[in-house]
């Protein structure tokens, strides 16, 4: 069982930047894959960005790539995803994810965080 924690999201106005925190406690972390997603309002919930258990392989969406970077902590059992030139379309809830395998983090992750909130004001 992995227990996962997502923390600073917030409001921020476009072009700025805020970094979101996943913390992950339970079996061993760093064994799983990790990955964000979000969810816009009356949208469905898409992927955002994943890195391997190593953390040197990274993967991310084409709305993005180049402004937002994902990174994990194995000492700190901690996933990151560092966001910026945010825009209003970004506005989302964003959750965190774990899976062993990193072909599968990207679509059906067997763990899910709670989520945290984004919004981008214009």
């Known amino acids: 069982q992995v227990q996962l924690v997502e923390s600073g999201g917030g409001l921020v106005q476009a072009g700025g930047s805020l970094r979101l925190s996943c913390a992950a406690s339970?079996?061993?972390?760093?064994?799983?894959?990790m990955a964000w997603f979000r969810q816009a309002p009356g949208k469905e919930r898409e992927f955002v960005a994943a890195?391997?258990?190593?953390?040197?392989?990274?993967y991310y969406a084409d709305s993005v790539k180049g402004r937002f970077t994902i990174s994990r902590d194995s000492a700190k059992n901690t996933v990151y995803l560092q966001m910026n030139s945010l825009k209003p379309e970004d506005t989302a809830v964003y959750y965190c994810?774990?899976?062993?395998?990193?072909?599968?983090?990207?679509?059906?992750?067997?763990?899910w965080g709670q989520g945290t909130q984004v919004t981008v004001s214009s």
């Open positions: 994810a774990a899976d062993l395998g990193y072909g599968v983090v990207v679509t059906t992750p067997e763990y």
């Open positions: 890195i391997n258990w190593s953390g040197r392989r990274t």
């Open positions: 339970g079996r061993t972390f760093s064994s799983y894959a």
